[in-house]
């Protein structure tokens, strides 16, 4: 559930919500509809995205699996998924804390200790740059703002 309204719930416990506070339950409920219908479309088009970002972030990498052995690739397109679902999923529930606490503290933590901030870079700049080539204005908008948040947290 979206951190706001957990919070929201706690602190109403015992008592009646007041109308700035169903104001702001009604915003997130109303818009649940909008956010499936994209959260939908960001995942079928999963795939093409991320084969878009492989295909021009290999050539940028190509000591990457002398570096971090043979299975490096299949690592990269395995965080770049994981990391969209995530991002995919923190939109559907409108909640960037979402994002931070199941997902990118642990993997700034490994991508720390292996080093890896700097050889991720380009390829979640790619992500970032290729929204717009696979997706409408309306789901790369709505997605933009969480994949920037891992791209700030993992590799800036």
Known sequence: MN???TALMQQSEGR???PDELKT???YVEGIPKR???YQV???KE???VERVMEKFQPMMPNLPRQHGHLAWERCRRDLSMVWRYCCLAMLLNDEDYLRDKLLYWL???LKSFKMRDQCQPAYKLMLDSLSAVFGPEESE?????????KSMLVN
């Open 142 to 150: 709505a997605i933009r703002p969480y994949v920037l948040l891992a």
């Open 25 to 27: 339950l009604h915003a």
């Open 16 to 18: 009646y919500l007041r």
């Open 36 to 38: 499936v219908r994209l």
């Open 42 to 44: 960001l995942q079928a």
């Open 108 to 110: 700034e933590t490994i």
């Open 47 to 49: 795939q093409e995205l």
């Open 3 to 5: 951190s706001m309204v």
